[in-house]
């Protein structure tokens, strides 16, 4: 008797949480699948990046959907916020150490592995509470998480991200983490849904919401190739296409055509704003359902 009830109770809560990794899995494939990004991969180019194409950052979101789903099953489950932080610690670096078994050594979605999986993990742990899925709630939740020290990560890392962080002395994914990711719920989703409300198809929806993380965010991706003046030229080019009545006008295509040049020009690449579009996508979709998924 006390295994059926078991099996009954946590049969739901695993399937919230392969749902949760689904929603995570299809914000990467949309965020990577949209086209034109400037200095992004997408469905044309590599934009900046020699080392990374669509196919390969498809299969590496693929790969890592089992990772968010054990993220999501630990925050389901967990009623102490220090050990879940320990739990999605260990998650997360067992999942780099996937992603970059499966692509060859290649970073495709460290940034992801990170911002995606303090959301998802929250996203579960405000559903099984009974709690909002609104994207502040969910976005203020991770943050808390985020807040917390993972005791068992390395002090430094040596990664790219972290030395522009101490280099250019900026707050980068950490930071957007810690905050409750602002870029994304007061950047990122409204763009999304004004572009929508004006009558803009998703494509172009979502080509403004990367924008306008673009034009604000000290993207640690752009500082570590380029420093601070192609960090300065990609914001300043990100803003004149919004001014520009965003993705859908003539002036705007434009601009965003300028600023493609200027990206490849420089070699940089907003890997960073990427990741938030990610973010932005996903906890739309917890709200908005698959409405929009297809348009």
């Known amino acids: 008797m006390t295994t059926m009830m078991t099996m009954t109770i946590a049969l739901p809560v695993r399937e919230r949480c392969a749902a949760l990794a689904r929603q995570v899995l299809q914000a990467l494939l949309d965020e990577v699948t949209l086209t034109p990004k400037p200095g992004l991969v997408d469905l044309r180019s590599r934009g900046a990046h020699a080392d990374l194409n669509w196919a390969l950052m498809c299969h590496s979101a693929c790969v890592l959907q089992p990772v968010f789903a054990a993220m999501a099953d630990a925050g389901a489950q967990s009623e102490d916020d220090d050990l879940l932080r320990q ?19 290649v970073n495709t979605h460290r940034g992801a592995i990170w911002a995606l999986g303090l959301l998802v993990t929250a996203a579960a742990q405000q559903g099984a509470r009974g709690a909002s899925l609104a994207p502040q709630a969910v976005a203020a939740r991770a943050g808390a998480l985020a807040r917390l020290t993972d005791h068992a990560a390395p002090v ?30 007061c950047a990122g989703l409204p763009a999304l849904h004004a572009s929508r409300a004006r009558g803009d198809n998703e494509t172009t929806a979502r080509l403004n919401a990367l924008l306008a993380i673009i034009s604000q965010l000290d993207d640690t991706c ?61 906890l739309d979709r917890l709200t908005e359902g698959d409405a929009h998924g297809n348009a």
């Open 156 to 185: 430094a890392t040596g990664n790219k991200g972290e030395l522009a962080c101490l280099q250019y002395q900026v707050d980068g994914a950490r930071g957007q983490a810690r905050a409750g990711f602002p870029l994304v719920t």
């Open 87 to 105: 739990r999605i610690g260990a998650i997360g670096r067992d999942g780099e150490a996937l992603m970059l078994t499966a692509t060859g050594g």
């Open 222 to 282: 752009v500082l570590s190739r380029g420093g601070e003046a192609a960090l300065l030229a990609l914001q300043a080019g990100a803003a004149r296409v919004l001014a520009a009545g965003g993705a859908a006008t003539a002036a705007g295509s434009q601009a965003l055509l300028v600023l493609e040049a200027v990206a490849l020009a420089r070699g940089v690449s907003p890997g960073g704003a990427a990741d938030l579009l990610a973010a932005t996508l996903f």
